[in-house]
């Protein structure tokens, strides 16, 4: 019975391709590839000469059936761009099409950006939350960042590098001045891994060229003996000078600091 093989490919470095994933691609029938040109560029290194074929996200709807049809004579493989495919590209749509012509996918692990940023980031890695690519609107990117501004694990986002500085502001702003790292080219020449705050990331990059990835540390609750400390008096201060009111800067701080609303009322009071 033919098979759907889903063939892991390197997320930068050519030399991180499994022994198994070069066998595959040199043994199928056709190539799907998200792009063809980055996938070329690999067949001939490893001077594979298997056909080759275009299955983006454009133009899936009209390649699909194609697709099928030779799923029903002779193996296909299928790569994205980079890393394992189906995740966070056009293939989710082949396999779930092979699978409801009961095709057999098979999956040939290897590189995938998601858990190598994970592993170099600094921050916890037993549990995480993943988000894919955060939106292009603003709007839609606020939406998303509040539904997991509270998951208590860390959170991963894939952000263009012209849109890298609105994404770091709008999370700054909705989830306050987090730990994050920011994970550029990885396993490429110009790898980059930024550890640090969201504020200092901002800062950082200012002229963003790249693929990222956003690793950004979970929702904590933090606790200060004796209930609020210089920083966030301080913070009060500058607030209250800039003309907000008691409900404002309480609103504003008490997610970002992780405080209690009652606490800050408390302090804000206690400054006048």
């Known amino acids: 019975m033919p098979r759907l093989f889903l063939v892991a490919t390197p997320i930068g470095n050519l030399e991180d391709i499994s022994l198994r994933a070069l066998r595959v691609l040199a043994e199928v029938k056709l190539i799907a590839a998200e792009d063809t040109r980055k996938t070329r560029k690999l067949l001939t290194t490893y001077k594979i000469k298997a056909p080759l074929t275009s299955y983006h996200e454009h133009g899936k709807k009209t390649k699909l059936p194609y697709l099928l049809k ?5 193996d296909i493989a299928l790569v994205s761009e980079s890393g394992m495919p189906g995740i966070s590209d056009p293939g989710y749509d082949l396999v779930l099409a092979a699978i409801e012509k009961n095709v ?9 950006v998601l858990p190598v940023a994970l592993a170099v980031s600094g921050l916890p890695a037993d549990k995480f939350t993943y988000v894919g690519f955060l939106p292009r609107r603003k709007g839609e990117r606020r ?7 509270k998951e208590p694990w860390t959170l991963i986002a894939f ?13 700054i702003d909705v989830l306050g001045d987090r730990r994050i790292a920011v994970c550029r080219e990885l396993t490429k020449v110009y790898e980059e891994v930024f550890r640090g705050t969201l504020s200092q990331a901002i800062a950082h990059f200012k002229q963003p060229k790249g693929e990222f990835t956003l690793v950004v540390a979970g929702y904590s609750i933090v606790k200060i003996e004796g209930g609020i400390d210089d ?8 607030l209250r000078s800039q003309g907000l009111s008691a409900k404002e800067a309480v609103t504003k701080l008490a997610g970002t600091a992780h405080l209690s609303k009652k606490a800050l009322y408390r302090a804000w009071i206690d400054l006048l």
């Open 159 to 171: 952000e263009s590098p012209h849109r890298l500085q609105e994404s770091l502001r709008d999370l």
């Open 104 to 112: 057999q996918v098979v999956a040939i692990p290897g590189a995938s």
């Open 143 to 149: 939406r998303l960042i509040e539904s997991v501004a």
């Open 70 to 74: 030779h799923l029903e004579q002779e």
């Open 231 to 238: 920083s966030i008096l301080k913070e009060l201060k500058k």
